[in-house]
């Protein structure tokens, strides 16, 4: 068996890579290692984004969970984020997410959050992995009978809402004309009351699931009819989240692009000069961009690059006891609030600083010199990637890149952790020659490991 866990929890297409045999033997086996210091029937929390796959292997997740004497806490369709909260909140012993975020609609993932509501490091999802392995050989682990087989309950839950607008006390959005895409996923529940409790004039869009429909040309992967809308209607700034609720992506009033480099710096310099920008740094990732770190670096503050994933940003964050940190694409964590990225709240924080600084989106983020960015992939089979490292023809094509940019930028290439794909970022201050050199990069790769 290959290895389950990516850099968010485990993903493939649902039903023949993420099987319900397979949701059922990370039950059992997730429900005994996060569960070991509960000193009664451990307590779970599962929820589920609104893809079709999502009640399959809830079904299969959950009798693994009750195969172990769990209590499940089935709490539907939510953001990812609010499980996070709810785990806290209700001191329950884990909770499990049932999705692949911004992926297509055909695949599904499963995700585990500890008790404090944070993701797994990597050696609590080793030892996971390596009890799935084990109970496919010899399945010795507990198997209660009787009374203690485990249940299943509803769980009602308190106003996940309401906990959002707490972050923002005051916050008044009135005059504000806000457009959101919900990406026909988790948020389309949540996100609209919220807006509407602060007073927005709004407009959503992609807010219909049906089970198929999540990330179809919409959300954060699909920004066009965003940016369209914004424009059309003259609105002061669009959101867009991705199927599960935990990133965002903007666009300022004039339909252009406000990416996740450019929120972290906003509602950074904004927590900087209130004093509440723990030791001056931002943790970001190797993938945000150089003309971020430059802007940080003008203004007073750090930047660290973590390794590509919330779950590294998250880590260098309680490593060193930061408050904010995230990703080029969105996953923003404000760690004060909360343990996780959270859309929601990350829009809410951004508007809290246009609202205070009375200062239009695109002026805010114009501060920001961004240097040029080609992010493309290229098609790999998951086994063919660890050959990336080694290939000699790739590697010398990487070598010729880096000798003919001078110095005057950068190049990452990496596997994705949930996609059958090699990400190709390079960085420069020229467009054209940028773009040129990735789309060879990704010949080269595809030609060498395509097969």
């Known amino acids: 068996m290959g290895k389950l866990f990516g850099t968010d929890g485990v993903r493939g297409e649902a039903n023949t890579e993420l099987t319900p045999g397979l949701a059922f033997e990370l039950g059992r086996a997730g429900a005994f290692v996060l569960t070991k210091q509960a000193k009664t029937a451990p307590r779970v929390l599962i929820a589920q984004d609104s893809r079709q796959s999502g009640d399959m292997l809830e079904a299969a997740l959950t009798a693994g969970l009750c195969s172990i004497g769990a209590k499940v806490y089935r709490a539907g369709v939510m953001p990812t984020p609010a499980v996070a909260y709810l785990v806290r909140k209700f001191k329950l012993d884990a909770g499990v997410m049932i999705s692949a975020s911004h992926n297509q609609m055909q695949d599904n993932g499963i995700k585990f959050f500890n008790r404090d509501g944070f ?99 919409c959300g954060s992967t699909h920004m066009e009819s965003l940016q369209a809308a914004v424009k059309a209607q003259k609105a002061d700034i669009g959101i867009a989240f991705d199927g599960d609720g935990d990133r ?34 931002i943790v970001a990732t190797v ?47 404000f760690l004060d609030h909360s343990t996780t990225g959270d859309g929601i709240l990350t829009a809410l924080q951004l508007l809290a600083v246009m609202v205070a ?40 094509a990487m070598r010729e890149i880096e000798t003919a940019m001078q110095g005057e930028g950068r190049i990452l290439v990496r596997p994705s952790g949930t996609e059958p794909v090699v990400r190709v970022m390079l960085e420069g201050r020229n467009q054209q020659q940028i773009e040129n050199f990735a789309k060879s990069l990704v010949q080269v790769i595809e030609k060498n490991l395509k097969s």
């Open 357 to 396: 600084k009375k200062t239009p989106l695109s002026k805010l983020a114009g501060v920001i010199e961004t240097f040029p960015q080609v992010l493309l992939n290229a098609t790999v089979p998951n086994h063919r990637k660890p050959e990336l490292a080694t290939n000699a023809e790739i590697q010398a």
């Open 248 to 281: 965002m992506l903007a666009v300022c009033e004039n339909g252009e692009l406000i990416d996740g480099d450019a929120i972290m710096a906003i509602c950074g310099l904004h927590l900087k000069t209130q004093g509440k920008l723990a030791k001056d740094t």
């Open 119 to 217: 993701k797994l490091p990597d050696e609590t999802e080793n030892e996971i992995e390596a009890l799935v392995n084990k109970i496919r050989e010899n399945d010795d682990l507990p198997k209660p009978s009787g009374k203690g087989v485990g249940t299943v309950h509803k769980q009602e839950v308190e106003d996940y809402a309401t906990y959002l607008l707490s972050t923002v006390p005051g916050l008044n959005l009135g005059g504000l004309k806000v457009v959101i895409d919900c990406a026909n996923g988790a948020t389309s529940y949540v996100a609209p009351p919220v807006f509407e409790k602060l007073g927005a004039k709004l407009t959503t869009l992609h807010n219909a699931p049906d089970g198929t429909n999540i990330n179809e040309n």
């Open 287 to 333: 993938m945000s961009n150089q003309g971020f770190e430059c802007f940080c670096r003008d203004n007073g503050f750090h930047m660290y690059r973590a390794d590509v994933g919330d779950r590294y940003v998250l880590e260098k964050m309680q490593q060193d006891g930061y408050c904010l940190g995230g990703e080029q694409s969105g996953h923003v964590i």
